[in-house]
């Protein structure tokens, strides 16, 4: 149905294509978009390219737009993303592949609108890293995303260290192991958009495949984005399957196949320290403008420690994303703190 369109004013406010639909991205791959309808959650993928009026605004996973042309999502058929929904929250990284230059430094949009970062660490082989988990924090905070810990292979050792790390933080987190069903993780994820993260070999792909086996995926994300192209892709968002007595959104995971870490040189001094909300108490006696670093005498923070009113660790742990920030990374860090093997980014 199309409502009058010619009695109407048009208003710089008033959408120009009153018949567009609303489509929600789930993937995007050189210049083309796969997007589903919400309110079809089982209807075919789109596959749609941007329209020429979007300027040079970048679309990306998670977005919601507003689509016209041909939805139907036959083979070879086009829509065109004409709007792009304002953004809920915002998942950024700079790209760490070349901190050092202008375009190495750009920020880049991951995910649009996630609630939820779920950040998948093993318990042993490999064995778990502070430091990737607490860059990880930074990034989620930073984007006004809730943190998930998804602690896999606890199977093979147990939780304590991680979460005794975090106990000031009060994260919340779930035990993976291969014989246990998913429920407490399913029901973490209901209703809602998460993003998947970890490093490689921590089982993410294991836990992706439970979670939306194969089978699913054959028939959703992987045949409308065309056979095997969707390689490149850096991140792709898969709906989780309804539950035989689950009502509501079962909700959506987007993995990021492409992302192994999060470059944090867009994120502000003041911003990081967000990420380590038990530290922040600790800054009220720094003299203005402290930068928090080792070499800052007067820094407060090293008192809070010495006082026990954090984990030393974690000011270590804040201090090495400070420094990596600054482009003083020193990829030796890791080798210099052999008593610690949590750390480590
Ligand atoms: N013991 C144990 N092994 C697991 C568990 N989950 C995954 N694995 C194994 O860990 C290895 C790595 O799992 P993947 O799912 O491939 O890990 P990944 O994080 O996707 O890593 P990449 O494939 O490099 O991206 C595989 O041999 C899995 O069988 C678990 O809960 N317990
Ligand atoms: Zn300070």
Redesign the pocket.
């Known amino acids: 149905m199309r409502p009058g369109r010619s009695s109407r004013p048009r208003t710089r406010t008033r959408p120009r294509h009153d018949d567009a639909v609303d489509g929600f991205v789930i993937a995007v791959d050189r210049g083309r978009y796969t997007c589903v309808l919400p309110d079809a959650p089982d209807g075919a993928a789109i596959t749609a390219m941007r329209a020429r009026e979007l300027g040079r605004k970048s679309v990306v996973v998670g977005d919601r737009v507003s689509l016209v042309g041909d939805i139907s999502g036959a083979d070879g058929a086009l829509a065109r993303i004409v709007r792009i929904a304002e953004r809920r929250s915002v998942l950024r990284r700079t790209a760490d592949d070349d901190e050092n230059t202008a375009e190495g430094r750009l920020e880049r949009v991951v995910v649009a609108n996630a609630d939820q970062l779920v950040i ?1 660490s ?1 318990l042993a ?1 490999p064995p778990p890293r502070t430091g990737f988990i607490d860059r990880c924090l930074v990034a989620a905070y930073d984007a006004d995303i809730e943190p998930l810990l998804c602690l ?5 050792a147990g939780p304590e260290q991680v979460v005794g790390y975090y106990t000031e933080l009060e994260l919340p987190y779930v035990l ?3 014989d246990s069903d998913l429920d407490a993780l399913r029901a973490l994820l209901a209703g809602r958009v998460s993003v998947l993260v ?10 992706v495949n439970r979670l939306v086996p194969d089978a699913l995926r054959a028939v959703g994300v992987v045949s409308a984005i065309g056979r095997g192209r969707h390689t490149s892709t850096s991140a792709v968002a898969l709906r989780l399957p309804r539950t035989p007595d689950g009502d509501g959104d079962p909700g959506w995971i987007v993995d990021t ?1 492409g992302i192994r870490s999060f470059g944090l040189a867009h994120v502000s001094a003041e911003s990081l320290l967000h990420g380590f909300p038990d530290l922040v108490e600790g800054t009220v006696d720094c003299p203005p403008n402290c930068p928090h670093t080792p070499d800052e005498a007067d820094c407060a923070l090293d008192a809070w420690v010495a006082a026990g009113k954090a984990d030393p660790r974690r000011l270590a742990s804040y201090r090495r994303l400070l420094a990596s920030r600054a482009g003083e990374g020193d990829p030796r860090e890791v080798e210099r703190n052999p008593g610690d093997p949590l750390a480590g980014s």
Do not use: E, N
Request: charged share 25%; aromatic share 0%.
């Open positions: 998948v093993a082989d896999t292979k606890a199977d093979l993976i192991r291969p970890g490093h490689s070999g921590v089982g993410k792909s294991t836990l196949p």
